[in-house]
């Protein structure tokens, strides 16, 4: 006889042929139209559950998990973050956490570029010009950004996603500065033609673009604070494609508005998916909706080590990409 399909809820819409993996090897629940779960429904997910599926938009916060059933003993998070996890909890409840690393590297690496040159070169900026029918022609001193050949570039987290985006800016003639927790490998340094800066505040004031691609932890919120923003030269433009929740966001409006630095490109926000209003006003800076690693491609990859994470562990076996281990 057949050992009974443990019962997967996920909490978002996943690509169809995830869902449809997913149907065929587990008694599965999907979530029938996109949007995020309420507290409530999150509640009832975790009190039916053996495995629960959530996503960067749940927050599975300690009083959550306290309300867990008896069966839930996994929650296989769709993402690489799991700042909206509460570990601890988690592991004190005896709930095994899985992840999904890698598979958003060369996405987020590629928006992380993209942003970059969108911020450098005021695409955007023009872009809506030419829509609002105000372009009246080339002129020599139009629209003017700055070249990125010679520039120095910052990079806040050298981790996967850092030596990604190292990659492709020096592909632009980008000079390659970083800053980390711990120094990368000499060889990564010398194959990147990386410089290692152990003092961010020093790194932060002579560079030209700053990207931050370090995850979102206690140590890390507001890792750019007013004080370290305060450090950029006039002419630097900020990237970030990790975390809203690493900048002083407030801190970063106001020095856009008083232009006391050149220009943003920003994918994530503090308080997602609410957007300050002086933000959205300004004109040097790029918003984009949390779409860094929106590919398809990608989607997929993770929603297969979503799969790979419950079969290894409902089979009696550690999961690949786990986090934590349950206890109790």
């Not at 978002?12 to 042929?17: A, G, H, T, V």
């Not at 507290?39 to 559950?49: F, H, I, P, S």
């Not at 993402?79 to 004190?92: K, N, Q, S, W, Y």
Request: aromatic content about 4%; some cysteine; glycine content about 8%.
């Amino acid at each position: 006889m057949p050992a009974k399909k443990p019962h997967v809820i996920v909490t978002r819409k996943l690509p169809d042929i995830v869902e449809t993996r997913m149907m065929e090897l587990f008694d599965c629940r999907l979530s029938l139209d996109d949007h995020p779960m309420t507290r409530e429904e999150l509640t009832a997910a975790v009190q039916q559950a053996d495995v629960l599926v959530p996503t960067v938009t749940d927050r599975i916060d300690a009083e959550l998990i306290a309300e867990a059933g008896p069966r839930l003993r996994l929650i296989a998070s769709f993402g690489t973050g799991t700042d909206h996890i509460d570990l601890a909890a988690a592991r004190a409840k005896g709930v095994t956490v899985t992840n999904t690393p890698g598979v958003l590297t060369e996405d987020t690496a590629d928006m992380t570029m993209a942003l970059i040159l969108a911020a450098t070169r005021r695409l955007v900026e023009g872009e809506r010009l030419v829509r609002r029918g105000k372009w009246q022609g080339w002129g020599p001193t139009l629209m003017l950004g700055q070249r990125l050949g010679g520039k120095r570039l910052g990079i806040v987290g050298m981790g996967r996603i850092g030596q990604a985006v190292a990659k492709r800016a020096r592909g632009f003639g980008l000079s390659i500065h970083y800053h980390n927790r711990r120094r990368v490998p000499e060889a990564i340094e010398q194959e990147l033609e990386a410089t290692y800066w152990e003092s961010l505040d020093q790194m932060l004031a002579r560079m030209d673009v700053i990207s931050v691609n370090c995850p979102h932890t206690p140590a890390t919120f507001h890792l750019l604070s007013a004080r370290r923003l305060k450090l950029l030269r006039p002419q630097c433009v900020l990237v970030n494609t990790s975390r809203g929740e690493v900048i002083d966001e407030e801190a970063l409006t106001r020095m856009l508005v008083a232009h006391e630095i050149a220009g943003a490109g920003l994918d994530v926000y503090e308080r997602e998916p609410a957007i300050s209003p002086k933000l959205l006003r300004l004109e040097n800076v790029v918003l984009l909706p949390h779409m860094g690693s929106a590919t398809l491609e990608g989607r997929i990859d993770m929603g297969e080590k979503v799969i790979i994470n419950i079969k290894t562990f409902t089979d009696g076996h550690r999961p690949p990409d786990r986090v934590i281990e349950g206890v109790a």
